[in-house]
């Protein structure tokens, strides 16, 4: 019936509007230089799979892995959101971004993205990928 595509329509939104916030909270923990937040998003059993290859399991594991970069070992590190794409049914938001590090007075960037598995609204496995090893464009 009509009312039941119309309840249905408003699931999806409501769907498709929870894991955008998720996925938008959780990168912008990144931006406020907020650990417990950025960790208060991942599952106990979480994967991070960083874009160097290196995989680190379970919350305790991701911590540690993101210490030195909240700790501004590398300098100041923001992410820049360019689009989201989030699937609820599936438990899938990619976002892209463009990531700039100021560090010596010099500021660089790169782009990348992170598709994040998530359940029970939960980040079960954050991918992230990038496109340089290291970040290799001057922005001023």
Known sequence: TARRARDRS???????EALARL??????????????AVMSSFADD????EFDGRR???RD??????VPQFRGDFGRIRFHEEDLFVD???GRALISWTCTLERDGKTRA???LDILHVRDGRIVVKETYAKAERPKTETR
Request: glycine content about 8%.
């Open 88 to 90: 609820p049914a599936a």
């Open 46 to 49: 979480a994967v991070y799979d």
């Open 10 to 16: 408003l699931i999806d939104a409501a769907a498709r």
């Open 23 to 36: 996925t938008r909270d959780f990168t912008d923990g990144f931006n406020r230089d907020d650990l417990d």
């Open 56 to 58: 680190h399991v379970g």
């Open 110 to 112: 790169w782009r990348g």
């Open 61 to 66: 594991a991701i911590r540690a892995a993101f």
